[in-house]
């Protein structure tokens, strides 16, 4: 691994978090709630401090020539601060996560055995330039009974500093350890929290596709992240097309820098000239360029798409559109270049939808709507810890269920394996309430 | 990473696994039940094959001067077979965990929102020795809808080859494709296989320590397993030592090959000595080694534990005792040496029984009762997947739910998120009935 052994004082600080996280696991959900509560509060009383940390993060960002996309994100003013303060508040309203009894059953007359959701522990978050992230992630991870190590990017140093001091005086006020959220600062360190496992649990990175895949390789700790958002529209002979017009525009054009966004179109040959006929337009004049395939060149899109093309984020207001001569080429298609992460299906038939929704292995597969839903705010979880690509759950967009596992809890009065082993007793397991 | 690029053969097997998994995710739950029962029924008729494979194995691995314990993993008589093939009827009729829906929400008039259990797609299977885990693996795969690409011992080689041809043709004789189980028989292919990130959505291991710790430093892809078993059993001063001395005797002697047998003995400080004086002769008896610490020393435990040995998994009749003076002390060792694989105490406090429940974070956690009923059979899984000590889910034991994962369907009809985001429609986000 490319990666630093962690310090000797990282390693200290990396056990007085955990010995914090243990505590944490153990408090009430009142306890939780109102440690967010005295957070909140103290943000609100930092607030010029914060600020004005961050006008110095700014000029010194500009003087080095940080671009204006991350001077944007790193840029946290007061009504954004105050934003992030009130999603403190609502992090803090969401229902517990913890405690929750998924299994409960009869293994023997006196042996009982529970399913109970718990903490993970510690969450690692690595992230860039954007310090509002910080006061989300941090006040999810306390939500949800875990400590946090965070590591902010260089140009948010002040702005990072100063909010986890407010957050630290606000635990201060609170019953709950303010050693739960450790700040690294150095870069050295934030690499080598990636070999902290066994004490960290999971490591989520916000940031670049580049540093997501950096970290993915460079780290034993379960990381939740996605690397790649390459998004379909697919839409079927047996389209409403303008329907499908406007399914396409939403889901390229709303927000093109989301990774649910679409980057490529696929056609059913049948409908492909009429729908193009109106579409072009519509992509002219929301500022799309549009790159086709050789029968799309034919159709009236002027620039060629390369090979490339359908494996590429854009991010940007760039789609890629090709001709399909049939649902299965359309899934070959994205079965072939997808992510994983949302395709959708236009379409009237119901056969064909349901070939379509049960062929494609991606974490959201729609039918006649945007890809843009696939969001956890969208979809009702209250909070948004971030999106997965993995197979494996959590996936999609993931809740605080993603900041939670489980542990078994059996209790007996000196049942032993022995006496199932030579069959003088057998199994009951019987299913009780949960 | 250590391991050589896919050939494009392996490759070309891997596209094959895979299109057979997107058909096996689509079958219903009859068509596997009904596979796996042709698979039953193909193992019959090729009863003699395929011991006869063994035996020719066996031969070889004796002249190659294989250990005794692995000859006795290797051997596949009649009865073994026979017990391996009725392990296939069983997994047939456990309940299909395909198709679950877990989530179904309405997220404004005409857009609703489900999430289903799905398949994970194609497992890679790794294994030494043990031809029959072959067998049970490849029906616990396509019981879930799973495709597996399967790599065992070079030892196991024609025994593997034997059972293969009989599951190919078992399947031949069924709805699904045969492409859906698919061996490897070179060590080289075998590596490749970890680096099918994309193709291959989880890896088993089933092997030594070190062949899971090996697949887990290379690969991107998931890895269910567990490298280590560190199992304590803590016997607190409130504690009925009788019960205790069962559990101990249970909890290592019951059988101490398995990963939840115990390696180390904690015994508060105010019963060690009468505790010590009652167990030393059964251990004695029961060929038990006891390693001491220096106060066990003091009382009768004639050889020294080292350092190392608080943390060595011994997988054998040796067992570490140590006295703490306190339940923190106790839950301290625990922290530093324990694999949080399953931990158990004995004690008659609720409090003190609270306490150890909610701090040590194993992902099984027990009260009175031997760490040996952590198992998935003795759970009530019906089937074990493997037993997973990495913190996130699924971990512990692992029933049939480790292999599948799962999906959001989300249907609309022209829904599109710009109407939200303008605020001219908000979501309703209301349950409906699961």
């Known amino acids: 691994m490319n990666v630093p052994e962690p310090s000797t004082e990282l390693v200290q600080r990396a056990i007085s978090v955990r010995r914090a996280a243990t505590y944490l696991g153990q408090s009430t959900d009142i306890q939780r709630k109102e440690a967010l509560g005295a957070i909140a509060d103290a943000l609100s009383l930092c607030r010029k401090e914060i600020v004005s940390a961050n006008q110095q993060d700014l000029k010194r960002s500009i003087e080095n020539g940080l671009s204006e996309s991350l001077l944007s994100r790193l840029k946290l003013n007061e009504n954004k601060l105050d934003a992030a303060i009130e999603g403190v508040r609502k992090v803090a309203c969401l229902p517990d996560p913890i405690g929750i009894r998924q299994l409960h059953r009869q293994l023997d007359e006196g042996l009982y055995l529970e399913r109970l959701t718990v903490p993970l522990g510690v969450i690692g978050v690595i ?180 090979e490339s093309d359908w494996s590429t984020e854009y991010l940007d207001l760039v789609l890629s559109v090709k001709v399909v001569s049939s649902i299965d080429q359309a899934l070959d298609h994205i079965s072939r270049h997808g992510s994983r992460h949302t395709d959708s299906i236009v379409t009237n038939d119901p056969k064909t939808a349901n070939k379509f929704l049960h062929s494609v292995d991606s974490s959201g597969v729609f039918l006649n709507c945007s890809t843009r839903f696939a969001d956890g705010f969208r979809y009702g979880f209250g909070a948004e810890v971030g999106i997965s690509t993995q197979t494996l759950p959590p996936r999609g967009p993931v809740g605080l269920e993603g900041l939670v596992t489980y542990r078994y809890f059996l209790k007996g009065d000196g049942h032993v394996v022995s006496e199932f082993a030579s069959g003088a007793k057998s199994f009951s397991h019987k299913d009780l309430g949960l």
Not at 171 to 193: F, K, M, P, V, Y
């Open 127 to 306: 992230f860039e330039a954007r310090p509002d992230a910080l006061i989300q992630i941090a006040s999810l991870a306390l939500r949800s009974g875990n400590a946090a190590i965070l590591k902010g990017g260089s140009e948010a140093k002040l702005t990072n500093e100063a909010i986890v001091k407010a957050i630290d005086h606000g635990l201060g006020n609170s019953s709950i350890n303010s050693d739960a959220i450790c700040l690294l600062t150095t870069r050295r360190e934030s690499l080598s929290l990636l070999r902290l496992d066994g004490m960290v649990d999971l490591i989520i990175p916000r940031g670049s596709n580049d540093l997501v895949r950096f970290i993915q390789d460079n780290t034993r700790i379960p990381v939740l992240g996605h690397a790649d958002g390459i998004c379909h529209l697919y839409i079927d002979s047996a389209a409403d097309l303008d329907k499908a017009l406007r399914i396409a525009i939403d889901s390229k054009c709303q927000y093109p820098a989301a990774c649910n966004a679409i980057e490529t179109l696929l056609l059913h040959k049948d409908i492909a000239p009429s729908f193009l006929d109106k579409a072009i337009p519509f992509f002219n004049e929301s500022g799309v360029k549009l790159l086709g395939d050789q029968v799309c060149n034919s159709l009236g899109i002027e620039n060629k798409a390369e």
